[in-house]
């Protein structure tokens, strides 16, 4: 039982580790959107985010909004081709 309960903790740490980490690479991939200052193009794109070891990938898909002058982005990231965390926000047009 002791043993179980170690792995269920090392899994849990690990698990909030990896959402931590995936956090700081959906807000850069977000962030890098907002800094160029340029409307962003609808589409999907994938960028590599290597954080403490750890290769993650950030898909960014925008899509249009029934406003035209907004855009939604959405940053999914994943390790090993799994879901880590996804991000949503809303891009104006500058």
Not at 22 to 29: K, T, Y
Not at 35 to 40: A, F, H, K, L
Not at 43 to 52: I, L, R
Not at 69 to 84: H, I, K, M, T, Y
């Amino acid at each position: 039982a002791g043993m179980k309960a170690m792995q269920s903790v090392t899994a849990n740490a690990e698990r909030q580790a990896n959402a931590v980490l995936g956090n700081i690479c959906a807000d850069n991939a977000l962030g890098d959107i907002r800094i160029t200052g340029q409307y962003p193009n609808v589409g999907d794109n994938t960028v590599a985010c290597p954080q403490a070891g750890r290769d993650m990938q950030v898909r960014l898909t925008v899509r249009p909004t029934a406003n035209p002058s907004f855009r939604r982005v959405d940053a999914e990231v994943f390790l090993n081709g799994q879901p880590v965390v996804q991000e949503v926000t809303i891009v104006g047009r500058y």
